[in-house]
């Protein structure tokens, strides 16, 4: 069986992807089985995982990336369904924005740290 091959032109979905990466890791045990298979670990308290998953991420109209704390180690992943040459950039200013978020709730409660 062989795939004829047409001049014609056919539509890329990108977006029925949108969201199905979050709907799937939203919930912990699956998330830190997720980690766990990717960094060769066997973590089992989901209480020691927070979901750190940020809502108006930058350059990101897809919601499609989880981010997460577990055992000091900030991890962030993110489906891609395309090839993206400037995810370094974009995986910086999401760790940026989680910093920033972790060091204001940081002054926030506890407002003699800084």
Known sequence: MYMEITDEI?????????????LLFKDKKRLLELYNALNDTSYTDENA???????????????????????????L?????????????????YFADLIYSEVIGCIYWWPGLY
């Open 10 to 22: 056919v539509p890329v979905y990108k977006s029925y992807k949108d969201r199905v990466f979050r």
């Open 49 to 75: 995982l927070e979901i750190t998953t940020l809502d108006n991420a930058i350059f990101m109209s897809m919601k499609n990336d989880v981010s997460f704390i577990v055992d000091s180690d900030m991890c």
């Open 77 to 93: 992943y993110e489906h891609q369904s395309t090839y993206c040459p400037n995810m370094p950039l974009r995986g910086f200013l």
